[in-house]
């Protein structure tokens, strides 16, 4: 399966884009992940893309493709994959749906509603895995032990785009960009809207009924 979750910082795309990927089979990535990956290994696109999310900002549209379509063309992925939070933009959209067109393109678009409150909220209380990149958040789903990953009891660290100033600015990005892509997809008729507000079980359940 190929399926796209979409939704604002702090909607809990990660957390389930993991779940729904070991239940299916497939892999998930995130272009923050593919970000840091590249961060990690010093490449040129990896040093582009930290100046802007250090500001809280969307990497530049050719910078992330080209992330993003190596990722989904190799062998390794040619099951299916879940995509957190890519497309992000219009021309995102559009080069994601070319080169998918001969292989079926994206079987679901489902996005995540959530109040901006509560967004403000889970952002400000977000941890991530230095080492495996699980998310963690210390009110909807702390780790077991404080500061360590339940998985690979990695250290935990919150991003320097999880500060508050810049969780304002990533929200109103993500307004001004991201939302006409929704639009794209409910237009075409792919789109899946569920309420991501509630507890991770029951959003995990309304996720699983539009996957199906």
Known sequence: MKIILMGPPGSGKGTQAVHIALTKGVKSISSGDLFRENLSMNTELGRLAKSFMDKGEYVPDKITIDMVM???????????????????????????EERLADKGGVDRVIFFNVPEGVLVSRLSSRFICRSCH???????????????????????????????????????????????????????????????????????????????
């Open 70 to 96: 190596g990722w989904i063309d190799n062998p390794e992925h040619s099951a299916g994959f879940v995509l957190d939070g890519f497309p992000r933009t219009l021309a995102q959209a559009e080069a994601l």
């Open 134 to 212: 699980t998310p963690y958040n210390d009110i909807s789903s702390p780790p077991l032990a404080v500061g360590k990953c339940d998985l690979c009891h990695g250290e935990l660290y919150q991003r320097d785009d999880d500060q508050a100033d810049v969780v304002r600015n990533r929200l109103s990005v993500y307004m001004r960009e991201t939302e006409p892509v929704v639009d794209h997809f409910r237009q075409m008729g792919k789109l899946f809207e569920i309420d991501a507000s509630q507890k991770i079980e029951d959003v995990r359940g309304l996720l699983e009924k539009a996957i199906r």
